[in-house]
């Protein structure tokens, strides 16, 4: 499944790439919320894929099971994930400001619009 | 685009959907959800009331501004982590009390820190959003 | 406990930083009060000279970086404790003078903030024990030299002039620094007191000793204005009368002297020394005169009159014998009295009459009786005639020459040369404005306030005094300061004003002689225009002026090239070379594919993987927003989907969520959802597509070696699953890892959350007024 993973998270990569490339405003945003994808699921797959074993201390134990999945990446994702959100959330209200002050989601045109 | 009936649903929702964000807040430390899913739970119930009949409508619902939501939330993370340094420890040091309550599990600083985080993110987004709406004149 | 040399300097700092608060409230009397700091300075400083006459060094070491053998070192001998005399002293006196000048500036504040700073980086200079803490002090006295040149900053010329300066000084500063590193490398040291002392035949053979040599030298001549870089002295003197009389007569420039005379010892063995040095000075000595006498402006006139007392320094060094070591540092201190009453008296003129103008000028002898008798004596001590100092120090000049090696007469030729013209500059800039008939000013001329004349008397009376009784400066000042710069000191005999009929007083009279023939036939060479013009147009300034513009052409040029303003072209280069350096750290970790560590395939994970790429795709390829946005939350909800099955709930249940809110998002930012055409060309998609094919390919590839990296320590996720439940009374680890174990990284979490979210309302609510003027 890891193999599948890994196929995985080189086409996000790879759509993220390629949207970062376009010359469309929006795809450019669509393209890091690509890459930050690729990242999380990277990190995912990195630490080993557990089956119905989540990072829980079950009743009446009082030490994670060696077996569980491991927290801290789990951690780190969702901390990425919220984040992801914030970053998204300003290129999107700036692109959507850009939009209307240049009146162009052109990159290509928006060249110049800082001289 | 008002619709009476998403905007029907969408208040009945919307007692359900924040009765969901504090259940999800309260049980987080023992099991799936916490302070993000809470606050973005609650976040989504006026979103959609902002979608289904306006953003100033969402507002009057909220009786807060966003903005204040943001700091209160901010203040409830650093009170949390307060307590720590009150008692002679580190910053941000949990700390529990004795007692042992149904769903929450020990009542302690890292829920009030939890807390703290679940009033930011919905802040956060809900300035995002309803700015966002008032902007578009949705 | 050093209770002089530090805190002196630390005051002269302090007083600096403090000028700007006190100006609002002392107003025109700042300077008055301001000037007692370099007073009291100067009066500690003199406690140092019993040492020094006795032969001794004050040090005082600060650790600052041991590890590179830097240290915060000072030393004071008696060459360090001449020039800490002269800045402090004509210091005081520049304090005064331009609390007058700048009478009712309302820069006063700031410029007393710059002349200070500038004070106590050239006290710090000469009194440096370290060469890198020599080259700080250097560059910082370049600086604030640049903000004291471009004082008037309104004046295009001024801020020219300013960043000339700075950039030839600066530049040299940075080849000296060089030198150092290359001369610290080579003798093992970079304390100035070892190297004085180390035998410089030990190192003086290295085969980078000339290179080191030769950049120390471009650090001296840019500072101290020789040429071919002398043509920044002359342009700065856009800067008020003050900075002028300050830093181009009596102190900056002369840093290159100093460094010139401080490393004497060590450099002055190798054979290039004197085929450099010794010539660059005397041409310096000649080309200064004779453009000097080109000029109707005074300061212009002072300026290059200037140049050429660098030179003849210069020169005297170069030739180094302990005859021209001790002449340099009579003609060092004769000068510095004299060119700055000098430039003070020039700066008063230009400010009661509104010109500077030589041939416009006259008569103002009865007007302004205090600075015209202060000038009268400047320029007789710049004449080099007898009672006063500037006597002493040109025959110790022509006796030093005539003892000197070398081609036969020729450094006396020259020498006498030079004098004559300087000759008739003292009479042209301390006699001419204030003898013969009246002339008509553009306003009419008073009497300077005291803080100005006061200056120009002292330095007057100094003059006069030290030229009486010569042994006296001889002793205290002039003998340790030769004492240091001599390898191996000789006994000198006492300075007089008399020595008897000899050929140099025989010299001094064919001086004033020729002088006097100089002198009445100025006018007529400054009329000689076509001449001047031919010399400015092949100078080395054209040189300057052409090297800044190519450079700044190119630059504007680099710039186009690299940052032309297309994103998807800088992220292209970014990527590019990411992947590359990826690809070349490859081959350390082999590339394995285990199996069996892997978890089994299951329909839904497979499942969940095919949405996400299928998605993938579609957004690619997308014509409508409506239709990418939809994609991206199928691309979400795969992940989602990917997180749930693999024992990760907590993650699965934020990413559905946000994924809704990223939704609304969009569709609120973007409502009106046009077509998204394709602007690029067919074939720049397919270059794209490939391009980015090869990078997930390279990302997958590094996920696989991730996956099979071994970590050989316990992984702390360890301790956090040992430790959530009996510590941190929470079952859910994740959950405890983020508001326990790791909270503070969520702290900071919401704060940037908070602050991206403030950003993202200022955006939206604050908008630039149409009414704003227009960005620039």
């Known amino acids: ?115 | 685009m008002r619709s009476l009936i998403l905007d029907t649903t969408s208040r009945l929702l919307m007692g359900l959907l924040l009765m969901f964000s504090f259940f999800l807040l309260l049980r987080g430390h023992n099991l799936p959800g916490g302070g993000f899913a809470g606050g973005l739970v609650a976040a989504s119930a006026f979103a959609l009331q902002a979608l289904s009949s306006g953003p100033s409508a969402a507002r009057e619902r909220l009786f807060v501004d966003p903005t204040m939501l943001i700091g209160i939330g901010l203040l409830i993370v650093l009170v949390a982590g307060l307590f720590g340094p009150a008692f002679g420890l580190p910053f941000l040091t949990g700390l529990w009390g004795d007692t042992s309550l149904p769903l929450i599990g020990d009542p302690g600083t890292p829920l009030l820190f939890d807390a703290g985080v679940y009033v930011v993110v919905m802040g956060i987004s809900l300035l995002i959003i309803f700015n966002l709406a008032e902007e578009e004149g949705v | 406990m050093d209770m002089v040399l530090l805190p002196g300097i630390a005051a002269i700092f302090l007083t600096g930083f403090v000028a700007p608060l006190a100006a609002r409230r002392l107003g025109d009397r700042l300077g008055v009060f301001l000037a007692l700091v370099p007073l009291t300075v100067f009066a500690a400083f003199s406690t140092l000279i019993p040492v020094v006459v006795a032969g001794g060094t004050y040090q005082v070491v600060l650790p600052w970086v041991p590890a590179l053998g830097i240290s915060l070192s000072f030393f004071v001998d008696g060459l360090s404790l001449l020039f800490l005399l002269v800045i402090s002293g004509v210091g005081t006196f520049i304090v005064w003078y331009a609390a007058g000048y700048l009478q009712g500036d309302r820069g006063l504040g700031k410029f007393y903030l710059y002349l200070f700073s500038f004070m106590g980086a050239m006290l710090g200079l000469v009194a440096s024990d370290n060469l890198i803490l020599l080259f700080v002090f250097w560059e910082l006295t370049s600086i604030t030299s640049y903000l004291l040149i471009g004082y008037y900053h309104e004046k295009e010329r001024s801020r020219a002039a300013a960043l000339q300066a700075l950039l030839v000084t600066g530049g040299g500063g940075l080849a000296m620094l060089a030198g150092f590193i290359l001369l610290g490398r080579i003798a093992g040291t970079y304390e100035i007191s070892t190297l004085l002392e180390l035998d410089p035949s030990g190192f003086i053979g290295h085969a980078l000793f000339p290179v080191a040599l030769v950049l120390i030298l471009l650090g001296a001549f840019t500072k101290s204005a020789q040429f071919p870089f002398h043509f920044w002295l002359p342009n700065a003197m856009e800067a008020p009368a003050p900075v002028s009389a300050f830093l181009h007569s009596a102190t900056m420039v002369k840093a290159g002297i100093f460094l010139l005379a401080r490393l004497h010892p060590v450099l002055a063995d190798h054979a290039l020394w004197l085929s450099i040095v010794a010539p660059v000075g005397a041409f310096t000595m000649c080309a200064g005169v004779i453009l000097g006498l080109g000029k109707r402006d005074l300061k212009q006139i002072l300026a290059y009159s200037t140049l050429s007392v660098l030179g003849t320094l210069t020169l005297l060094l170069g030739l180094g014998t302990p005859l021209a070591i001790k002449a340099c540092m009579i003609y060092f201190l004769a000068h510095a009295l004299y060119k700055a009453a000098l430039f003070m008296t020039a700066g008063s003129i230009d400010r009661e009459t509104g010109t500077r103008d030589v041939d416009q000028l006259g008569g103002l002898r009865f007007k302004m009786p205090f600075t015209a008798g202060a000038a009268l004596i400047a320029a007789w001590s710049m004449a080099g005639i007898p009672l006063l100092l500037g006597f002493v120090s040109k025959e110790y000049f022509y006796k030093a020459l005539l003892d000197a090696d070398g081609p036969p007469y020729l450094w006396e030729i020259l020498g006498v040369g030079a004098s004559m013209v300087m000759f008739a500059l003292a009479v042209l800039a301390g006699l001419r404005p204030y003898f013969g008939k009246l002339v008509k000013t553009p306003k009419p001329p008073h009497e300077v306030p005291w803080t100005m004349w006061i200056g120009p008397v002292m330095l007057g009376v100094l003059a006069i005094y030290f030229g009486m009784v010569p042994g006296w400066p001889g002793d205290f000042l002039i003998g340790p300061a030769v004492q240091a710069i001599q390898a191996n000191p000789a006994p000198l005999s006492r300075l007089a004003l008399w020595h008897g009929w000899n050929a140099a007083l025989f010299l001094s009279i064919v001086t004033v002689l020729g002088g006097l023939i100089v002198t009445a036939l100025s006018r007529k060479v400054r009329s000689a225009e076509g001449f001047y013009g031919v010399l400015t147009r092949v100078g080395p300034e054209r040189a300057y002026e052409r090297g800044l513009a190519g450079f700044l052409r190119f630059s504007a040029r680099l710039t186009r090239l690299i940052q032309n303003g297309y994103l998807r072209n800088y992220i292209l280069v970014i990527g590019i070379f990411t992947a590359l350096l990826l690809l070349s750290r490859m081959p350390d970790t082999p590339f394995r594919m285990d199996f069996s560590r892997m978890v089994p395939p299951t329909v839904l994970g497979v499942g969940a993987c095919a949405l996400i790429v299928a998605a993938s795709v579609i957004v690619c390829r997308a014509q409508t927003r409506f239709a990418a946005i939809v994609s991206l939350g199928v691309v979400g909800l795969g992940l989602a989907i990917l997180f749930f099955l693999f024992s990760a709930p907590d993650l699965a249940m934020t990413q559905i969520l946000v994924e809704a809110l990223t939704i609304v998002l969009f569709v609120l930012a973007f409502y009106k959802l046009p077509l998204m055409t394709h602007r690029s060309s067919l074939v720049t998609r397919w270059r794209d597509a490939i391009l980015a094919i090869g990078f997930g390919g390279i990302m997958a590839t590094m996920a696989m070696i991730a996956f099979h990296f071994e970590v050989s320590q316990p992984p702390i996720s360890t301790f956090m699953g040992e430790n959530s439940y009996p510590a941190a009374h929470g079952r859910n680890v994740v959950n405890v890892i983020l508001v326990d174990f790791r909270a503070l990284d969520t702290l900071g979490e919401v704060t940037v959350l908070a602050i991206a979210a403030l950003g993202i309302y200022a955006m939206l609510k604050f908008r630039r007024s149409k009414k704003d003027p227009p960005q620039p």
Do not use: C, W
């Open chain 1, 1 to 115: 499944m890891e193999f599948i993973m890994a196929i995985t998270i080189g086409a996000l990569y790879a759509a993220g790439a390629y949207l970062l490339l376009r010359r469309n405003l929006i795809k450019l945003i669509l393209g890091i919320v690509f890459i930050g994808h690729g990242a999380n699921l990277m990190i995912f797959t990195a630490a080993g894929l557990r089956q119905g074993e989540p990072a829980f201390v079950p009743p009446g134990v009082s030490v994670l099971p060696p077996t569980s999945a491991d927290p801290l990446p789990q951690a780190l994702i969702l901390t990425a994930i919220v984040i992801g959100f914030g970053v998204l959330a300003f290129t999107l209200v700036m692109a959507q400001r850009a939009d209307k002050v240049i009146g162009t989601d052109d990159l290509d045109e928006m060249k110049d619009s800082d001289r």
